[in-house]
């Protein structure tokens, strides 16, 4: 079984009007994956992006500088189908372990 690693590559943030805070508006994501399977490991990975439209009247609001990754992946997390990415990505790993397809020309 892989192991999943959530990170946030970078932000996008509104700097306007100013009593947004920076608040953020775009999170960049990635799953990665990986596991040891005797003497070789194997990797996958996706990427993307959520949107949000933060309201900095609401209690849940973060401003910028208070906010962690922890925050943002979970934001992330809500709005995705964390389970479908994983799946997906263990679907990848295990077919490079035990490929059912190949590729090359017989010359």
Do not use: K
């Not at 100013?18 to 194997?42: F, I, L, P, S």
Request: hydrophobic share 35%; proline share 6%; aromatic share 10%.
């Amino acid at each position: 079984m892989a192991t999943f690693t959530w990170v946030i590559s970078t932000l996008e943030r509104d700097l306007l009007p100013e009593d947004m805070n920076g608040a953020v508006v775009v999170a960049h994501w990635r799953c990665n994956a990986e596991q040891v399977d005797g003497d070789n490991t194997y990797n996958a990975s996706s990427y993307g992006t959520c949107g949000f439209t933060p309201d900095p009247t609401s209690p849940l609001y973060i401003d910028y500088d208070d906010l962690t990754e922890a925050d943002v992946i979970g934001w992330c997390q809500n709005e995705l189908d964390q389970d479908a990415i994983e799946a997906g990505l263990q679907a990848n790993i295990d077919a490079q372990i035990t490929p059912t397809t190949g590729i090359g020309v017989p010359w």
